[in-house]
């Protein structure tokens, strides 16, 4: 069956790096296209990072554009997410999607 898990959140200063991963099992990240959604305290869950399947499109969200990168090692059927220049604005929990499939999430928390 579909499985995701998501790991990596931690607490950070603003200004920092995180990198995500989604651990994939169940089906080969390589034929499927993939996404990164985050959901702030309070928030509806907003799409942030979209990466197709066979992996030369992505599309991201403005809030994030030009700072975060996902992308995907289909050997390791892993997923990442690259977020540079975090601000206190991308605090949240972060999931990983395959369609309508997603893991329990990573809590990432930017604060001075």
């Known amino acids: 069956q579909v499985q995701l898990a998501e790991s990596g959140g931690d607490w950070v200063q603003p200004g920092s790096s995180l990198r995500l991963t989604c651990v994939a099992s169940g089906f080969s990240v390589g034929n499927y296209g993939m996404k990164w959604a985050r959901q702030a305290p309070g928030k509806e869950l907003e799409w942030i990072a979209d990466l197709s399947a066979i992996g030369d499109m992505t599309m991201y969200a403005d809030s994030v554009k030009g700072r975060f990168t996902i992308s995907k090692d289909n050997a390791k059927n892993m997923v990442y997410l690259q977020m540079n220049n975090l601000r206190p604005e991308d605090t949240g929990v972060y999931y990983c999607?395959?369609?309508?499939?997603r893991g329990k999430g990573t809590l990432v928390t930017v604060s001075s």
């Open positions: 999607y395959r369609n309508v499939f």
